[in-house]
């Protein structure tokens, strides 16, 4: 199995929609339209695994316009929870924890921030043309 699968968190809705509202209004400034090449998701790790629990987390993370990092995934709006111990108890490595936003570092109008108390555990599977399809 590939090392490309990525476990992520799939935030609510409403904080789907603001993500996208904010990727929109990146990819109109910088031309830049990686943000559409995965749902929004709040990546944990790379997996080599395609099995996971679908289940339902109750976590409360916040996510703000100050908080931007790179990662090797590109910038994530990093997650203010430690998700570590979840790292763990799924054999993924330590890595920071976000939503991934953009490959190229985004600038924003406005400042924002933004919280979520449930994620719903998913699975990206890296297809053999470099797009990912998720799994629910």
Known sequence: MTQDNLLVLL???DVARQVRRLQKAHYERSGDFSPYSTPVA????RCA??????RTLHITATFSSDDVIKTGFGHVLRCSADLSQLQREMDLPQTE???LFSKEKPVFDEDFS???????????????????????
């Open 49 to 54: 695994s395609t099995r996971f629990d679908r």
């Open 42 to 45: 709040l990546i944990l790790g």
């Open 11 to 13: 935030p609510p809705p």
């Open 114 to 136: 933004f919280s979520a108390d449930r994620f719903t555990l998913a699975l990206l599977r890296r297809e053999k043309d470099g797009s990912y399809l998720l799994l629910q």
């Open 97 to 99: 924890c976000g939503i």
